[in-house]
């Protein structure tokens, strides 16, 4: 089906790298470039071109150049990219937006662009100027809508599928501007000033969250379709000159505290745009001092990301407060993100109930061929206390789920040691993100594992805590079986969702799993079932508003060809009509001659013969006026035939 398709596309273009150009390509790529734009006339551009291939362009070649963020893709034909369009004064791009996934504000400084929506509804909304008012649009598949020159305008997918859009510019060089990354690429302290003397560090912590596009979307879709927010790349800023460079006591890259505003702390680093370095400093929790800009005087700890492997090498250190961990990234593509012991696979700020954010490095991809000077990220010990992390890749494989997780100050004489977190981290793919559990049982502990189960026709939600064990309930939130220290259930918002998840009856907790040696995570017995519970395949709500989507599209395409049919035929009918019933006179006018009776259906012209009503022109003056062509009452006379 259509929609199935455009999600199969969407998937596999959202997954692609994008793939090097060599120099003397680039440079063969300018020089054409530059010959057509020189030329005298069209048809010098024309002939410029000596390959038919030169007119066409395939949005979906992975090859093309193209803005992937953690949400999709946009792909533009422009004169950079498709030369066979310079001179012609447009161009076109395509736009495939993940479910809950948008296309960040930004602006167009030399075209109008206008947007057509292909498969999916999209809502857009805009501001031309100062003083003018808000725009908002949703745009189901089909419709259309347009974006002055220089207007601020975003596009967003509201729905749980992939959605695609098509647009067109007035301009073979339309440009971007993301309005997010430029504003906070200012300098620091005018940035700061505009939002009412915010700090230069308060500055550049918000800069760092700023995801590249296309990115996600709001909460609220997310919640809605069961997914969960990704860790998502934030390399697309304003590279820093000496015109809106950030102080040098100051970090291009932190961790920014969305609960109070605030920078995380900060040294005397810096972040090297133009080169192959980056250094970040972050404190290892949100809950610790700022810091008040003075270099670690600690030791410094190095640790390599991916050098070995899907692994961190060393995996588990100890550090003292004040010193460093610097991690080095290597091939291919990885993060350092913060968790929790009881969730190596989530990030910090997803899980706690202290309101912690955790720090996340952003994936940082490394080209397969470098062999040196490679990016780095680094955090400062402020207390003793464990920290946890893993690495963010989805994969496949996903390569938290791999163990590729690390530990520093890790108690190992303890319960919670690395064995154990590297285990829960092998076997968390048990907490599906599609379930809706209570975060703590009645005793507060945390949730450990959540899936669902069937038994019939009943649905059932399963989530185990380390005290109170396995809790089942059904999906409207009604308690089905448990201990006393199970809470209140939750009505499942999507149950569409729960068909992707494993059942995982008979399983216990997972910090029971993890269990090494005489000492476990704190975790409940599990409990065992004399049956596997047996999902099947059931017409979800979504699914049948899949259908109805596909169903309109296939009634479009169908409407869309007959009435091209139609008009195909009138034209030919005109032409025929022409060619047999006008001629030249002497002096040079069109005259009618009509030598015979044409009927409307001519067998030689490919028609179906058998309709012998006389093809009657209907002119009352001109050249091709005939007085002695009588008009029947089914042909009006001012209608050609």
Aim: charged share 20%; hydrophobic share 35%; with cysteine.
């Amino acid at each position: 089906m259509l929609s199935y398709t455009w999600a199969a596309l969407a998937l596999a273009l959202a997954s692609t790298w994008l793939p090097r150009v060599s120099a003397d390509a680039k440079s063969d790529e300018a020089d054409l470039v530059k010959k057509l734009r020189d030329a005298p006339t069209a048809v010098d551009r024309i002939n410029l071109l000596a390959s038919d291939d030169e007119f066409e362009f395939d949005f979906f070649d992975p090859k093309k150049s193209a803005t992937v963020g953690a949400g999709g893709k946009i792909i533009l034909a422009n004169a950079g990219t498709f030369p066979a369009v310079i001179g012609t004064g447009s161009a076109m791009a395509i736009g495939i937006l993940d479910a809950c996934s948008m296309n960040t504000p930004h602006t167009h400084p030399r075209a109008t662009e206008m947007q057509f929506s292909v498969n999916g509804t999209i809502r857009t909304g805009m501001i031309t100027e100062n003083n003018a008012r808000f725009i908002m649009t949703d745009l189901p598949p089909g419709s259309m809508t347009i974006f002055p020159q220089g207007s601020i305008h975003f596009q967003f997918n509201d729905g749980c599928s992939p959605a695609l859009f098509v647009a067109s510019f007035n301009s073979e060089d339309p440009g971007a501007l993301q309005i997010a990354q430029r504003f906070l690429g200012l300098p620091p302290d005018i940035v700061g000033a505009t939002f009412g003397d915010l700090g230069v560090e308060q500055v550049a912590g918000l800069e760092s969250e700023i995801p590249d596009n296309v990115a996600l979307g709001p909460d609220a879709c997310l919640k809605r379709c069961g997914l969960k927010r990704p860790d998502q790349p934030t390399l697309q800023r304003q590279p820093r000159v000496s015109g809106n460079a950030l102080p040098p006591q100051v970090s291009g890259s932190y961790s920014y505290d969305k609960g109070t505003g605030n920078a995380k702390k900060y040294e005397s680093t810096t972040k090297g745009y133009g080169g192959t370095t980056t250094a970040s400093s972050y404190g290892a929790h949100t809950t610790s001092g700022y810091g008040n800009g003075s270099p670690s005087k600690g030791t410094n700890h190095l640790i390599k990301v991916g050098a070995d492997g899907l692994r961190y090498s060393p995996s588990n250190i100890s550090a003292a407060v004040g010193d460093t961990v610097t991690f080095e990234f290597h091939p291919k593509n990885h993060t350092v993100t913060q968790s929790s012991f009881l969730h190596p696979c989530t990030a910090l700020g997803e899980t706690s109930a202290k309101g912690e954010v955790g720090f996340k490095s952003g994936f940082e991809f490394v080209d397969p061929s470098k062999t040196s000077d490679f990016p780095t990220f680094s955090i400062t010990v402020n207390d003793t206390a464990p920290i946890w992390g893993y690495c963010g890749q989805q994969g496949p494989p996903i390569h938290c789920h791999e163990g590729m997780v690390f530990s520093i100050n890790a108690v190992e004489s303890g319960p919670n040691n690395f064995e154990a977190f590297q285990k829960l981290a092998n076997n968390s793919a048990a907490i599906s993100s599609h379930v809706d559990c209570p975060a703590r049982d009645k005793d507060g502990t945390i949730l450990t594992a959540s899936s669902t189960s069937k038994e019939g026709a009943t649905d059932f939600v399963d989530c185990t805590y380390p005290s109170a064990g396995r809790c089942s309930y059904f999906t409207n939130g009604g308690f089905d079986s448990g201990s006393s220290s199970c809470p209140a259930g939750i009505a499942q918002a999507n149950r569409s969702a729960l068909k992707g998840s494993k059942a995982a009856a008979g399983k216990g907790s997972l910090a029971e799993l993890a269990e090494v040696g005489s000492g476990a995570a704190a975790g409940a017995s599990p409990s065992s079932e004399s049956e596997s519970h047996k999902s099947k395949f059931e017409f979800t709500p979504p699914f049948i508003a899949l259908l109805a989507v596909n169903g309109v599209l296939l009634i479009a395409l169908i409407v869309l060809a007959a009435l091209y049919f139609r008009s195909r035929r009138a034209a030919s009918r005109q032409r025929r009509h022409k060619t047999l019933y006008t001629s030249l006179g002497a002096g040079g006018d069109p005259i009618f001659v009509a030598p015979k009776k044409v009927t409307q259906y001519d067998a030689a012209e490919g028609d179906a013969p058998g309709d012998d009503t006389p093809l009657t022109h209907g002119l009352t003056r001109g050249p091709y006026y005939d007085p002695h062509e009588p008009t029947t009452p089914s042909r009006p006379a001012s209608r050609l035939r």
